[in-house]
């Protein structure tokens, strides 16, 4: 069972930076797909970046070039760099791990992920 734990969030202004981590336990992150998403009050769970096990990325159209995946293995732990932020970026940003697909599957539907962390909630005000 994969524990994740999410940390990094809070209140900043529009153009400012963030960077969320997402620390895990009871396995390691290379052996999983990952992911951010996000939820917005009143909206579904969307995609922000999924990473497949060998590297491979995919970011959504609302956050490329602003946002950065990393992943260190060292310290099983993965982060979201943030940059730009934009009063629509506000929501809570979700981490998690699948074990589904293949080395190179990138996993972008919220079902196809097996563990989650509890959320961070990042507001950008203008």
């Known amino acids: 069972q994969v524990q994740l734990v999410e940390s990094g969030g809070g209140l900043v202004q529009a153009g400012d930076s963030l960077t969320l981590s997402c620390s895990a336990s009871?396995?390691?992150?290379?052996?999983?797909?990952m992911g951010w998403f996000r939820q917005a009050p009143g909206k579904e769970r969307e995609i922000v970046v999924g990473i497949s096990r060998a590297g491979t990325s995919f970011y959504a159209d609302s956050v490329r070039g602003r946002y950065t995946f990393s992943r260190d293995n060292a310290k099983n732990m993965v982060s979201l760099q943030m940059n730009r932020l934009k009063p629509e970026d506000t929501a809570d940003y979700y981490c998690?791990?699948?074990?589904?697909?293949?080395?190179?599957?990138?996993?972008?539907?919220?079902?196809?992920?097996?563990?989650w962390g509890q959320g961070t909630q990042v507001t950008v005000t203008t």
């Open positions: 998690a791990a699948g074990g589904s697909g293949t080395y190179f599957s990138v996993l972008t539907a919220a079902r196809n992920y097996d563990y």
């Open positions: 009871g396995g390691t992150v290379s052996n999983y797909a």
